[in-house]
């Protein structure tokens, strides 16, 4: 059983960067994806972005194209989330979660095929 743990959520101005991690334990990550997801009060949870392990094909929502990045290092098990050009909009609790994928698939960015989660990081971005 995977276990996930997300770190670098913090408070920071609009227009400001903040780096998100990752970290996966218990199995070894293989023809896996790991997927950023984050939650505002009051909303559904959405997918943000996500990779394969094995050849590090990338996803991401329309709204984080260009600003955000994500990425691995395979020999830390640990998937990143760049974040830059915050907005208050991209307020909330952020979660890694992993899933199985087979190759040359595309990650998707649909929360109910992933599973098991981490417990979250908060991003707060206000001035």
């Known amino acids: 059983q995977f276990k996930l743990v997300e770190s670098g959520g913090a408070l920071v101005q609009p227009g400001g960067s903040l780096k998100l991690s990752c970290a996966a334990s218990?199995?070894?990550?293989?023809?896996?994806?790991i997927g950023w997801f984050r939650q505002a009060p009051g909303k559904e949870r959405e997918g943000v972005s996500c990779i394969s392990i094995k050849e590090g094909n990338t996803n991401y929502r329309d709204s984080v194209k260009g600003r955000f990045t994500i990425s691995r290092d395979t020999n830390k098990s640990t998937v990143y989330l760049q974040m830059n050009s915050l907005g208050p909009e991209d307020t909330g609790v952020y979660f890694c979660?992993?899933?199985?994928?087979?190759?040359?698939?595309?990650?998707?960015?649909?929360?109910?095929?992933?599973?098991?989660w981490g417990q979250g990081t908060q991003v707060t971005v206000s001035p």
């Open positions: 979660a992993v899933m199985v994928l087979l190759p040359d698939e595309l990650c998707p960015l649909a929360r109910r095929v992933y599973g098991p």
């Open positions: 218990g199995r070894s990550l293989g023809y896996h994806a």
